[in-house]
């Protein structure tokens, strides 16, 4: 098959999407299945916490330092490796013995995951040259991002009933195998024009910040805000922002390329997917928690309560996409973050008694949300930059999302009761202002002077500072 032809191109779609359901339906799908891990290993709630967190927040430490990789050593091999990591890891993660035993090899599945979430977009980018032809891809692949959140607890539940626990990591082993021999046949390799240098004092940096924040978050509730251990943590992660702040402009090819940041667009992608996803993160982790230990439903049922969610994300993101490529972001973005603000609000009804009909027609308002906001932050994180920086700006993206996600269940496992929906109300509203505010004319006039950046910077690395 040409590697030209239409049918060649879209079979590469494919094969990065699928990878794309491998990672992101490893966050929700997992939740379905937490209950049944509390009972079988004796997890606490932090460790039910760090269940999810251990695989988030190594996605969004690592994601920016996979994408350079793969720009320097080969996408297509980058991808390969991280399909085979992933597969190790789900499968470590099947046999463990012990919460702890658990929460490694979520980490090294995670590994795994950083190879594959921005070196797909990257591929898919690189393999769609004409420009309408690669907006309606990225929609495609935006799209199935927020279809695998979304999906996920429903295949969670399934599988969670019929099989147990395990069964949730076992299903992402033969899926991985498909996906490697794919990989092989058919997807093209493809480096970036000018190799990025490695920063690994930008990597460590990133590192300290993020899990500094997140170990304090997290073991505040056993340890209290005011422990030395978790006070520590805290200036550990400022220290760290800040020297990132100082450092990383200095380099000719920084982990963070911070000249991203001068597009509003760029910038508010990465603040809407940090919102967003952690508003849906903090959703997931509470609700399929109180469908089972509270309404006392099974893992299927709970799973299946999920639907009108993955319903709607199924039947919107097409058509958010195919907005997005015609007539811009702004309306999706506008109508996710309202719908996100509603649906936090409605849950603050919610009880034991409540009818099941009216729980199940709040999870409405996050299928609305979830459905529109993906193909609009993944079309602006990448549009009208240069393909060079695709594996870089698709990393920073992907690195808000996960940041997010990491966050939300942080947070949901440590504030609890009604301040969580609090929290998604003001989420949402940051997300419909971001969408106004990034989709004017003055900020889209950014967006085009740091493409023109890009373009100067990849003639001479060191021009602009």
């Known amino acids: 098959m040409n590697a030209s032809t239409p049918a060649r191109r879209h079979l590469v779609l494919a094969i990065c999407a699928a990878s794309m359901v491998l990672v992101i339906m490893d966050i929700s799908i997992v939740n379905v299945a937490l209950p049944a891990i509390r009972r079988d290993l004796h997890a606490p709630v932090s460790g039910l916490q760090w269940t999810i967190d251990a695989y988030t927040l190594v996605l969004?430490?690592?994601?920016?330092l996979a994408g350079s990789t793969a720009d320097r050593f080969g996408r297509r091999r980058?991808?390969?490796?991280?399909?085979?990591?992933?597969?190790?890891?789900?499968?470590?993660?099947?046999?463990?013995p012990g919460i702890g035993w658990l929460i490694a090899a979520r980490a090294v599945q995670a590994v795994g995951g950083t190879m594959l979430n921005p070196v797909a977009l990257a591929i898919v980018v690189n393999t769609f040259a004409e420009p309408s032809e690669r907006a309606r891809a990225i929609g495609v692949f935006g799209s199935v991002s927020g279809l695998s959140l979304a999906l996920g607890p429903i295949l969670g539940g399934a599988l969670v009933d019929g099989f147990g626990w395990h069964?949730?990591?076992?299903?992402?082993?033969?899926?991985?195998?498909?996906?490697?021999?794919?990989?092989?046949?058919?997807?093209?390799?493809?480096?970036?024009?000018?190799?990025?240098?490695?920063?690994?004092?930008g990597q460590l940096l990133t590192i300290l910040a993020l899990g500094g924040l997140i170990y304090a978050i997290i073991e505040s509730r056993s340890l209290g805000w005011t422990s030395p251990?978790?006070?520590?943590?805290l200036g550990v992660a400022v220290v760290a922002v800040l020297a990132l702040a100082r450092y990383e402009p200095r380099r000719a090819d920084p982990l963070l390329e911070l000249r991203l940041f001068r597009s509003v667009p760029f910038s508010s992608a990465i603040l809407m997917a940090l919102?967003?996803?952690?508003?849906?993160?903090?959703?997931?982790?509470?609700?399929?928690?109180?469908?089972?230990?509270?309404?006392?439903?099974?893992?299927?049922?709970?799973?299946?309560?999920?639907?009108?969610?993955?319903?709607?994300?199924?039947?919107?993101?097409p058509v958010a996409g195919r907005w997005v490529g015609t007539r811009g972001p702004r309306l999706p973005l506008v109508v996710s973050g309202a719908a996100l603000a509603l649906g936090g609000a409605a849950q603050l009804w919610l009880g034991p008694a409540t009818p099941l009909p009216a729980v199940l027609a709040t999870y409405l308002l996050f299928g609305v949300f979830l459905g529109a906001v993906n193909p609009p932050i993944t079309n602006a994180a990448v549009a009208g930059m240069p393909r060079s920086m695709a594996g870089v700006a698709g990393s920073l993206a992907s690195t808000g999302r996960q940041t997010g996600t990491t966050l939300g269940?942080?947070?949901?496992?440590?504030?609890?009761?009604?301040?969580?929906?609090w929290l998604i109300c003001g989420l949402g509203a940051g997300v419909l202002i971001l969408a106004v505010l990034s989709t004017g004319r003055r900020a889209l006039g950014t967006a085009a002077r740091a493409a023109a950046l890009f373009e100067d910077v990849e003639r001479d690395p060191a021009a602009i500072r």
């Not at 969004?60 to 920016?64: K, M, N």
């Not at 959703?283 to 309560?305: E, W």
């Not at 269940?409 to 929906?421: E, K, N, P, Q, Y």
């Open 229 to 233: 251990v978790i006070l520590g943590c």
């Open 409 to 421: 269940v942080a947070l949901a496992g440590t504030i609890g009761g009604d301040s969580v929906w």
């Open 275 to 317: 919102f967003a996803l952690c508003g849906f993160g903090a959703f997931l982790f509470v609700t399929t928690q109180y469908l089972q230990d509270v309404r006392g439903m099974p893992a299927l049922a709970t799973g299946l309560s999920l639907l009108p969610v993955g319903g709607l994300v199924l039947v919107l993101s």
């Open 60 to 64: 969004a430490g690592f994601l920016v």
């Open 167 to 201: 069964a949730v990591f076992w299903v992402n082993v033969p899926v991985a195998a498909l996906a490697i021999v794919g990989t092989a046949l058919f997807v093209p390799e493809s480096r970036a024009g000018r190799a990025r240098r490695f920063d690994p004092a």
């Open 78 to 96: 980058v991808f390969l490796t991280g399909l085979s990591v992933f597969g190790l890891g789900s499968l470590l993660c099947a046999l463990a």
